[in-house]
DNA sequence: GTCAAGTTTTGGACTCAGTCCAATTTATTG
DNA sequence: CAATAAATTGGACTGAGTCCAAAACTTGAC
């Protein structure tokens, strides 16, 4: 049986043809966004439904199989690794989208400086540059 | 003359009604999005087109008269606070925003564990929680 | 293996935030 | 005040995502 299979069932997931798509296809794309999935699902299995994309990318995210990021100016992103909470780092000439490793590990990593009271579960660091390749043609 | 209108003056910013309304706007709405900011120019002078609060929050960002934050799931909110890289602390429940003083102060505050070769500009931060009026509710 | 019950998938309509565009109006400069 | 360049307008349009009802599946019980 096959590992995505085994995952799902242990998730209690019933399992599609769509959603061990999405899985296979999420480990062939590190962070993709709904539309790449899609095609990527797609060049493997014929064709899929865009609600079935959003439906099965939305519950792996709330079962915690999945992490959905939301830079500004871009379509949301997925991607596998789950549960180091890491940071993200984007160049804003091509959206080249990096992991950056988190120093502190468990979330939220940061302290807010005043927290007005809230219950902070989450810091969402996002860091923006210009990646080397953008680097070079910038300069030119 | 107002302070408004000498602030555009000093930047070179042709004085319009609309452009000195969004800016009054801006200082009663603490973080609003552009239509919160459109309906709060309708209230004081009557109309405004959707193109042009685009125009003018768009150029306003770019000038560094205004800051632009986009957080997930919500469209862009817009702030008079700039020029002191201060992060944001967002209510799940509500979308509540409520300012956080960054500890280090210049942009970017933070460093990439590994940074890849990127140049980095910006680490941008948002907390995310429950205020404290959603707390109570949740826990009714 | 078959069946019933409950889920999932589908395609198509729809929403929301934002952009594009050409015509009209307005601010600035001389 | 007139000329010129810039801003504003409304309406069409786009992209990302959601809503919906019908058809097709997966699962669990027999
Ligand atoms: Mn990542
Ligand atoms: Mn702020
Ligand atoms: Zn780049
Ligand atoms: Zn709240």
Known sequence: MFE???LLRT???PVTAQRLAVL???REQPHGT???IAEEVRSKIGSISKQSIYNTLGSFVEKGLLRRIQPAGSPALYEGRVGDNHHHLICRACG???DVDCAVGKKPCLTAANDAGFVIDEAEVIY???CPACLVTTTK
Chains 1, 2 share one sequence.
Do not use: C, F, L
Request: hydrophobic share 40%; charged share 20%.
């Open 128 to 130: 923006w540059g210009t």
């Open 96 to 98: 080249k989208t990096v």
């Open 11 to 13: 998730h209690g997931i």
């Open 34 to 36: 709904a539309e790449a």
């Open 24 to 26: 296979r296809a999420i």
């Open 4 to 6: 995505s299979t085994k």
